[in-house]
């Protein structure tokens, strides 16, 4: 699954749901990649299992989002099921801009959620 938000900058939020497969399934995970700089504001409801949200920057020598985020922001963060709100500043590294990955922890049980993806303050 993977969401693409804001590629207008007029575009103030993005709401949905999702589900994860357990980590013994094999499911995907879910990518968010964003096409702006900025600060974004993010409010998830798990509704069942445990979500790591992890934000990762570009590496160059892999070619891969593996690097935490060159800004110094929290690399991940382990949501258990309830309500969250996380503000996250998405920046540019070597030509690619941060990326957010959500895997469901649990072995056993899928990950239900929905979501609301907000502008706080864009960039072009």
Known sequence: MEFNPFGDTSFVSLHGMGMLGTQWSGGPSAYIRFRNEGTYLLKIKIEESEIRLSHNSFNPDGGTWLAPPWNGDTPYYDLPAGEHQLTIR????????????????SFK???????????????N
């Open 90 to 105: 998405i920046t540019e590294n070597y030509g690619e801009l941060d990326q957010i990955t959500l895997v469901n922890r």
């Open 109 to 123: 049980q899928k990950a239900r959620f929905s979501y609301t993806l907000s502008v706080v303050d864009v960039r």
